[in-house]
């Protein structure tokens, strides 16, 4: 059993003959009882701030536990929205060579036409210049047979003919005869 202040305070020593001084003694009794007192106080309010402590540090540990979780959270959260946008961006570099191949491909169709346009306007410019090789052959063999009608003297006709040489083309590639006109600059 506990005693408290006032136990102490109200307790009565029994007198015997040759025993000590009873004021001394009941002095000694109350300030034994006032210091007793006031460590109880101290100890009640020891024991509040304990319990203050200890709510503080449950709300405490409480706050900790839910940084934690949202630590943990915000760490999952930005590991997904790294995932996310590597994966996007691994898709629109997808995309982009994607497009660039088609645009190449593109390009080297359109290459390949414009070559072939040009070997065909290659072969039609041979087969007019070939043209207007024969027609003009056949107009001077015309022309000649014409001054010869006309002119029955062999000077004259080699003098037309001669006239009519500085008109010859240079041969087109690969046909071994002269051109009658002159080629375009």
């Known amino acids: 059993m506990r005693l408290t202040p006032l136990d102490l305070q109200n ?3 029994s007198n015997r003959f040759r025993g000590y001084d009873p004021d001394e003694v009941d002095g ?6 006032e210091d007793y007192e006031s460590l109880v106080r101290e100890n009640e309010a020891l024991r509040e701030t304990v319990s203050g402590l200890e709510a503080r540090v449950a709300d405490l540990t409480g ?6 979780e949202t630590l943990v959270t915000v760490q999952t959260l930005t590991e997904d929205l790294k995932r996310t946008a590597i ?10 060579e994607v ?3 088609k ?11 414009l070559e072939e346009q040009v070997r065909e306007l290659r072969l039609v410019r041979g087969r007019v210049a070939a043209a207007v090789r024969t027609t003009l052959e056949t107009h001077a063999t015309l022309l000649e ?23 010859a083309l240079p041969a087109s590639p690969g046909s071994g005869q002269a051109s009658p006109i002159p080629p375009a600059a």
Request: one cysteine or more; proline letters at 3%.
């Open 63 to 68: 706050q900790e536990g839910r940084l934690r």
């Open 99 to 101: 497009r660039a191949e």
């Open 103 to 113: 645009i190449l491909d593109a390009a080297h169709r359109r290459a390949a036409r």
């Open 28 to 33: 000694f009794v109350r300030m034994v009882c």
């Open 145 to 167: 047979g014409l001054l010869a009608e006309a002119e029955p003297e062999e000077s004259v006709r080699a003098g037309a003919a001669a006239a009519w040489r500085p008109l």
């Open 11 to 13: 307790h009565r020593f």
């Open 87 to 96: 994966r996007e961006a691994e898709t629109k570099i997808g995309e982009a």
